[in-house]
């Protein structure tokens, strides 16, 4: 028959090991939050979990430069300490690279409305202005990434949710089983950042030699307007920005035009150029052009830059960003910075085609 102290036994025989597990779990969420490193730039796939970390960072420091962008800024065939962002930030720029591999104006937007809503106020926001991302076939016109998209889409109108690409999600029990996971389970939530920070796959095999005929149908050049959708978000995101009192920078990316001039070096080509910087102009942001401002040995292929490149972009952006800065202080409406830094120091050294596999 049995007792209440065999019944005691059972129970124990089960508590015991769940609230070892339990330990165990905040345990390791406790190492993984304190111990993770903040990364220069954000993992290639960035998780909920990470970038809802380091939009709390932002907001809890000082105001810093923001960068965002595409695969260009985030530096794709270079390592992060050698990306325009890493090299202002070793000169003096309090600056973070939030720019995605994947990058284009809609995640843009999200990551403005999601520091926005952390109460973080950026020192200046620079945006890069890559045609090829307001082409229509890009695989990243109108799709947020899905750490992006877990986080942001709650905070994106009914109308611009339906300008986007649908999610992919799971169905039924497993996207429950997921998202649960993910709440409890630091680990778990983290696990694209931690492989590709601790245990990266082989790199893709670069193109030694790039002719003009692989970026064929990269850059669409119907006339630019704002029935497009990534020039309704890039309107967002600067409305959003300079409604908060926030300066922006917008600079044109650097183009390979040497290898891409039978596609590009058109009338067509030049008027949407005109038709972005007018759009960026007209609400108060200073544009660089530097389209067409690279020579073409400091390109991988069509846009991304070599080390070289990044520390031209580098020299580029310091002076202006420090003008910018100096011109704004006297108007801006967002909370001063309680630490001081060093000023930006330039370096004394001297239509459409194939989407690239790299964005």
Known sequence: MPTARSGFGRAASFGVPLVVLVALLLLENFAIAKYFPRLERLPADVSRAYLQREIGRIAASAPQTIFLGDSVVWGYRVSAGETAVSILASRGCACRNLALRAGSPPNDYAIVQLLLAAGARPKTVVLEIDQKSFNPSDNDYARLLPGISLLASPLFSTADRRLL?????????????????????????????????????????????????????????????????????????????????????????????????????????????SFLRKLLENRGVRVIDLDAAFPSRLFFDNTHLRPAGHQLLAEKLASVLSATQESFHRIRTARPSSVPQQPLRPSRSPTSSRKSRSH
């Open 165 to 273: 690409s649908p999610p992919v999600k799971g169905k039924g029990i497993m996207q429950r089983l997921d998202r649960a996971l993910s709440s409890m389970w630091l680990l778990y939530a983290m696990r694209a950042d931690i492989r590709g920070t601790y245990f990266p796959g082989p790199e893709e095999v670069p193109v030694t030699h790039p002719t003009a005929d692989m970026y064929l149908g990269t850059y669409d050049l119907t006339p630019l307007n704002e029935q497009n959708v990534g020039i309704h978000f890039l309107t967002k995101t600067v409305d959003r920005l300079r409604g908060a009192g926030i300066p922006v920078v917008a600079f044109m990316t650097p183009t390979n035009h040497e290898l891409l001039h039978d596609y590009i070096d058109s009338d067509a080509y030049r008027a949407n150029a």
